[in-house]
């Protein structure tokens, strides 16, 4: 594990203080985040692979079964020892993204469930663009404020908007939900073109009542409804790159 340049304070307890209490690699989020992969698979292009924020690293697995070379960022400690323990031949870098200076160029960067945290999206957006090889592609899914069980919360009086941080974000350590046009925004905002949109995991009910009462097979025929919808689907992407000079 490399370690970066000293890491700010409190942005670091913030971190190390989410790694203890995540739950992205249980239940429907797990379920997510194999869906996602799915996504992101038809995308992948050639060269190596960063992914930024990797948490638990499920993702990274997935990315690391596609036999591309994995360089992952991430500023928590605990997820850092874990992932370089799991996943020796992943390179595994403990920084905040502002503080990591590659030494190369990546044909694919993943950035899943990362914009949401970060305290400036647009600026983090145009760090990852200097950091696209020509032809790369810039990868990033967020949950959507517009989500389906987001708009029952507010007709239910359980939220206040659909935009508002419920007690899971809070727990996430989230700094925001985007809905599409914010988001796609933030890529816009950062001199990024957008190749694609879309969105997965159409999501009528929250995590844990999908956890107690559904089967498998609901979970996957909902996660590819979502594709079908993607302007109200639990999870939103964008697919991403560097406009042509």
Not at 146 to 151: A, E, M
Request: glycine share 10%; aromatic share 8%; with cysteine.
């Amino acid at each position: 594990m490399n370690k970066g340049n000293e890491m700010a304070g409190p942005e670091k307890e913030i971190l190390d203080g989410i790694a203890t209490r995540s739950v992205y690699a249980l239940g429907a989020n797990a379920a997510s985040t194999r869906y996602c992969f799915r996504v992101l698979r038809r995308f992948l292009g050639e060269g190596d692979v960063l992914e930024l924020g990797p948490a638990e690293g499920l993702m990274t697995g997935l990315l690391q079964s596609t036999g591309r070379r994995i360089t992952c960022v991430e500023g928590a400690e605990a997820f850092c020892l874990s992932l370089s323990a799991r996943f020796p031949e992943v390179e595994v870098v403990q920084a905040l993204f502002e503080e990591y200076r590659p030494d190369r160029q990546f044909g694919t960067i993943v950035m899943g469930h990362v914009l949401e945290h970060v305290e400036d999206p647009v600026a983090i957006l145009k760090l990852a663009k200097g950091w696209l090889a020509p032809g790369g592609k810039l990868f990033a899914a967020v949950p959507n404020a517009r989500s389906l069980h987001r708009q029952a919360g507010v007709i239910m009086g359980v939220l206040e908007a659909e935009n508002a941080l419920n007690d899971m974000d809070r727990r996430h350590g989230h700094r925001r939900v985007f809905d599409p046009e914010s988001f796609r925004q933030a890529f816009l905002g950062a001199g990024l073109s957008i190749d694609f949109f879309g969105g997965y995991f159409l999501k009528p009910v929250s995590s844990g009542q999908i956890e107690a009462n559904w089967s498998d097979a609901m979970l996957d025929a909902f996660m590819v409804l979502g594709e079908r919808y993607p302007d109200i689907a639990g999870e939103i992407y964008v697919l991403a790159s560097r406009p042509a000079p």
